[in-house]
T-cell receptor
Framework: DQQVKQNSPSLSVQEGRISILNCDYTNSMFDYFLWYKKYPAEGPTFLISISSIKDKNEDGRFTVFLNKSAKHLSLHIVPSQPGDSAVYFCAARVDSGTYKYIFGTGTRLKVLA | KAGVTQTPRYLIKTRGQQVTLSCSPISGHRSVSWYQQTPGQGLQFLFEYFSETQRNKGNFPGRFSGRQFSNSRSEMNVSTLELGDSALYLC???????????FGPGTRLLVL
């Protein structure tokens, strides 16, 4: 049972345009959401997070939006740069005292110069 | 501050053998989690250690085990290796259990 889903395995965007990566979840007990970026042969790098009590968090070119009623999370990158080309994972934390993290399967973003 | 380190970075084993992977967390971090990444499967949670105790376990067979030492360093062991165990094994550390996890570069295991 995949509780965190990234339905788009890949995405191509022109440099300078907006990249929107999406993530859907099923468990209403998730209390904290994160996005990680992963380059080949490296571990995931933390990008940005959002608590379930907020609907938006911004950090430079990266903004994460949370729509709890739709159980939907999105990451906006503006403007997109070639160095943003990587695999992006969304993750959700289960707050049942276990602090377990569930990851999506990832979306490969390619920013075209 | 140094990041999460994992050793070895690459490993080749044959079926039936066992393997031990090591993870050194960021200094001061007390929680260590392990994940398996295979193509198309994302990151699958293996287990989490905090204060030398396993706090969480994922849906993996008993061949997968781990431990944490008093200095927060952690090891995971896979016994009786199978071809399907070929994967990237990632270790992540966090200050405490509720904090953001930071990942190491991973150990790529190939089972022949």
């Amino acid at each position: 049972d995949q509780q965190v889903k990234q339905n788009s395995p890949s995405l191509s965007v022109q440099e300078g345009r907006i990249s929107i990566l999406n993530c859907d979840y099923t468990n209403s007990m998730f209390d904290y959401f994160l996005w990680y970026k992963k380059y080949p042969a490296e571990g995931p790098t933390f990008l940005i997070s959002i608590s379930s009590i907020k609907d938006k968090n911004e950090d430079g070119r990266f903004t994460v939006f949370l729509n709890k009623s739709a159980k939907h999370l999105s990451l906006h990158i503006v403007p997109s740069q070639p160095g943003d080309s990587a695999v992006y994972f969304c993750a959700a934390r289960v707050d049942s005292g276990t602090y377990k993290y569930i990851f999506g399967t990832g979306t490969r973003l390619k920013v075209l110069a | 501050k140094a990041g999460v380190t994992q050793t070895p970075r690459y490993l080749i084993k044959t079926r039936g053998q066992q393997v031990t992977l090591s993870c050194s967390p960021i200094s001061g971090h007390r929680s260590v989690s392990w994940y398996q990444q295979t193509p198309g499967q994302g990151l699958q949670f293996l287990f989490e250690y905090f204060s030398e105790t396993q706090r969480n376990k994922g849906n993996f067979p008993g061949r997968f085990s781990g431990r944490q030492f008093s200095n927060s360093r952690s090891e995971m062991n896979v016994s009786t290796l199978e071809l399907g165990d070929s994967a990237l094994y990632l270790c992540a550390s966090s200050l405490n259990r509720a904090e953001t996890q930071y990942f190491g570069p991973g150990t790529r295991l190939l089972v022949l």
